[in-house]
């Protein structure tokens, strides 16, 4: 009898040891990088959105990791690879992989945010999103950054000719250089991970970034001066590799693609949210806020590289954008 137990207990111990196991065996672990503090910013709340509405979607057969990696460039050869799942990142890199996506980092193409997210989420942003697949990317989904807006070290900027001379960080992206090389600029590409060392040592006087950026990455503190330009709408993709997407059951894709939806819809509610709120606490941090600022003199002064875009660019596609209304 006892002996019996003793089986009977064994049999239950290697049941339930063979059901971990299994379990464990059924789980597929995804891995999502982007740049920025999980925990405050835009990305963060994109990233623990998606991770939630996946897992949850798969009732727990899919597990996501989110890590940081503040090179966007690497995070997306990694993807392309397959040595990564997934990334968050903004499209300033990511014209060198598609260069198709350049049209979207164009200076004051888009209006506002309903017009940007409105012209992401139509056919246009979906189309472009198509063409990821032949450089062997996958874009899931259109993101945010925001606005992007002017700060530096040296002195208040309020028009076109305050910005001749400084050295700026751009993203290694060619439009954004050109944007600023045509303001008499010395636009400097670099990683963002070199970013703060940088305006530390003065390698370069100032940067643009969104709001959020600024606020989550605590610039204000290698940085005086805040200028509300506003001179480039800055989109984020979430990126994942095909391996990864071809591996998806029907019903599995479906909750990945809720999963995105999630992401999105939580991106841009904290971009929405530190917009109202960034720039008064900037303020509060100490930075000179200069709010007046003449748009059309900026685009004025841009005319050149306009004409450029017009010509390097799909001139089509970018009076499309310009032009596009709900419902178009």
Known sequence: MIFARRALGAASALALLLGAGGLAQAQTQIAIQHPLPTATSHYGAGAIAFKEALERGTNGRYRVTIQRNDNEREMIESVQIGTLDCTITSTGPVGNFVPEVRVVDVPFLFRDYAH?????????????????????????????????????????????????????????????????????????????????????????????????????????????????????????????????????????????????????QANRDKVSADEASGVEELRRRGMTVVTSVDTAQFQSALAPAFAQYEKDLDGALLRRIRDWKPGN
């Open 116 to 264: 940007a997210r409105g012209v992401l989420d139509s056919p246009i942003g979906q189309d472009l999103l198509k063409k990821f697949d032949a450089k062997g990317l996958v874009g899931v989904i259109w993101m945010e950054n925001g606005f992007r807006q002017l700060t530096n070290s040296r002195r208040e900027v309020s028009e076109p000719s305050d910005i001749r001379g400084l050295k700026i960080r751009t993203m290694e992206n060619q439009v954004h250089m050109r944007a600023f090389s045509t303001l008499g600029a010395l636009p400097t590409p670099m990683a963002f991970s070199e970013l703060v060392p940088a305006l530390q040592q003065g390698t370069v006087d100032g940067q643009e970034n969104p709001i959020p950026v600024i606020v989550a990455n605590n610039l204000n503190q290698v940085q005086r001066y805040l200028t509300l330009t506003g001179h480039v709408y800055s989109p984020a993709l979430l990126i994942c590799s095909p391996d990864l997407m071809r591996r998806l059951s029907a019903a599995d894709r479906a909750a990945f693609m809720e999963a995105a939806k999630a992401a999105q």
